[in-house]
């Protein structure tokens, strides 16, 4: 599963084009042609829109988790679950906070390294290493639709603090949930209830460290992303040990490669994104990658997992794109 800090940024720079261009001059002396390279006036880029970074986070976002269900379902296939997570967020998040140090953005200090552990806890142990539990036993698409209802249980803690989503958004989470309940109709959860109630604390402690993410203290721009990530990954290790998790000696290489995949997209890329949408848009435009992400990963899932699929698909990715119109879809004020 897939969040961090809300104070991460995703560079955006305008750049300038400069083109040489080859000029025909005739010869005094001879027929002969020759060239000369002029360069161009340099040709400014506009920076893009908020609304053009926005869509492009969340297209990062929506394909990039949609996919890591059915990549920590194979990583977790040979490895222990606590440890492979426990490597995934040490290795991001040591990668992310050695280009923040590079770029001159400040260290964590010890009151941000507090605030960090204790979101790094929320989403890297509660949210990702549980789900990374469960998947030993359930499919990566049942995985994907229980994680889906993280906005439901962040939208019940802004209505506790006192924040009031509009209608639209309302009405968006509803039909979303119902588009969840569908396409989790063909799955069958009575096998396994135990992992089951494992995988529903999952999008509640997302949901926590989404909400607090907001609130406590925490470094500034990419080092927060880094110091979570790598406080949550030290927690992970610290509670693999603890449970007496077994490392393989030669674990397959498709667990391997998919974890690889995790560290890089899943982790670098996918959560930097998700940070600055936090940060630049509505918390329930953030958060509507748990409603798309369903559909991705069960469609994945059935392709590449040989999980089954059933006609619960097609009406719940039906009810999911309808229920992120409504959330993404902001409506446009009539001109007086």
């Known amino acids: 599963m897939p969040p961090v800090a809300t104070r991460v940024c995703l560079y955006w720079s305008s750049a300038r084009i400069c083109e040489a261009v080859p000029v025909a001059r005739p010869s005094a002396t001879s027929d002969a042609v020759s060239t000369t390279s002029v360069s161009a006036a340099a040709i400014p880029v506009p920076a893009p829109s908020l609304q053009t970074r926005q869509a492009i986070a969340l297209a990062l976002v929506y394909v990039i988790w949609g996919s890591t269900y059915l990549a920590m379902r194979y990583a977790v296939a040979g490895l222990p679950p606590l440890f492979m997570a426990g490597c995934r967020f040490v290795i991001a998040g040591t990668v992310l906070l050695a280009i923040a140090k590079a770029r001159g953005v400040p260290m964590p200090t010890a009151r941000e390294w507090r605030g960090a552990a204790i979101v790094g806890a929320l989403f890297f ?8 539990i469960a998947e030993r036993d359930l499919g990566s698409g049942l995985a994907a639709v229980v994680c889906a209802t993280m906005p439901l249980w962040l939208a019940v803690l802004n ?3 006192g924040e009031r989503p509009a209608r639209r958004e309302w009405l968006g989470l509803a039909i979303g949930f119902v588009g969840v309940v569908v396409l989790a109709g063909g799955a069958d959860v009575r096998d396994n209830p135990w992992m089951t109630c494992v995988l529903a604390l999952s999008p509640v402690s ?10 406590v203290a925490l470094p500034r721009g990419m080092a927060a992303a880094g110091a979570e990530m790598f406080a949550g990954g030290l927690i992970l290790f610290a509670v693999a040990f603890a449970s007496g998790e077994r490392i393989p000696s030669a674990p397959p290489s498709s667990s391997v490669l998919a974890l690889g995949y995790l560290i890089v997209a899943g982790s ?3 959560f930097t994104a998700y940070a600055w949408l936090l940060a630049n848009a509505r918390p329930a435009v953030a958060t509507s990658y ?5 559909a991705l990963a069960v469609g994945l899932g059935a392709l590449v ?11 719940g990715t039906a009810l999911i794109v309808a229920s992120v119109a409504l959330i993404v879809l902001r409506p446009k004020l009539a001109r007086k």
């Open 125 to 132: 142990l509660g949210g990702n290493g549980l789900v990374a």
């Open 159 to 161: 209505v506790a603090s």
């Open 206 to 215: 997302w949901a926590i460290g989404s909400f607090l993410a907001r609130r």
């Open 268 to 270: 670098l890329l996918g």
């Open 290 to 294: 748990a409603f798309v992400n369903p």
């Open 305 to 315: 997992g040989g999980e089954a699929v059933g006609i619960e698909t097609a009406a």
